[in-house]
């Protein structure tokens, strides 16, 4: 990767693997729903991101530090068909947003990587702004054959309009390599870290993944104390709030 250093801790001995990517958006609803995914199946950290423009912190899970973007991995055991390839799992997510000129090389870089690894899929999670309590999820695909996959769990499409930042990179760039990504874009509120918007974004990717039977209902307890602490303090939380940080 080009200006970023990749940090393997795991032999990835998959063949044709779904990679599930959540850096921060509107209401952190991305990175939470990622991080949320990778807590909940105990997935292993197989790897890491880190470069100097990065800020200055590690992530320590268990006593251990990790780079501020991590790859986690593990086994999927399908049933039957789940209409994606089955093999491996890998999570990529981080609790901070790249700066804007480092959006592209890390996007296109980050692909790279995945497809080397023999990564067939890539789903996208994202958040757009949530208005009048309307909950919308839309689907973005770079190829026919990931529109199909939209299709078939009936996730809405989107048909015109921007999509930015990475996920906009990595489906125009996927498009120009024949190479399966989907956007997943959910509502999620503006002014606070959103659990319940992440847990309605998690919904179309455990139809697409149904092997891997994620209980939600964690973080939808979690916006009930948030929503409950807002209340109590009649105040208003930054979704940069540290205290809100999913790892």
């Known amino acids: 990767m080009s200006g970023f250093t990749v940090h393997k801790y795991k032999d990835m001995n998959w063949k044709d693997t779904i990679a599930v990517i959540g850096f921060p958006s509107v209401g ?9 995914l990778a807590r909940s199946l105990e997935l292993d950290v197989i790897g890491g991101i880190s470069s100097s423009e990065f800020p200055p912190y590690a992530v320590v899970q ?16 399908c049933e039957d068909d789940s209409g994606v390839n089955c093999d491996g799992l890998v999570v990529v997510t981080s609790e901070f947003l790249p700066k804007i000129e480092q959006h592209h090389t890390l996007a296109v870089s980050l692909l790279d990587w995945l497809d080397e690894n023999c990564v067939a899929t890539v789903i996208c999670l994202d958040g757009i702004p949530q208005f009048d309590n309307e ?7 770079s190829t026919p054959a990931a529109r199909d996959i939209m299709t078939k769990y009936s996730v809405e499409g989107f048909d015109d309009g921007l999509v930015r930042g990475m996920s906009g990179i990595m489906l125009s760039e996927g498009a120009m390599r024949g190479m399966d990504v989907l956007a997943i874009l959910g509502t999620a509120r503006t002014d606070i870290p959103d659990p319940r918007g992440a847990a ?26 948030i929503e409950k602490r807002i209340e109590t303090n009649s105040g208003s939380l930054s ?3 540290k205290d809100f940080l999913y790892g």
């Open 135 to 141: 909950n919308k999820i839309l689907g973005i695909a």
């Open 200 to 225: 309605r974004l998690m919904e179309p990717l455990t139809r697409m993944i149904p092997e891997l039977k994620i209980d939600t209902e964690p973080l939808y307890k979690e916006a009930e104390e």
């Open 28 to 36: 952190l609803v991305s990175s939470i729903a990622a991080s949320f």
């Open 62 to 77: 268990n006593g251990v530090p990790y780079p501020p973007v991590r790859i986690y991995g593990g086994d999927r055991v």
């Open 239 to 241: 979704s940069g709030n």
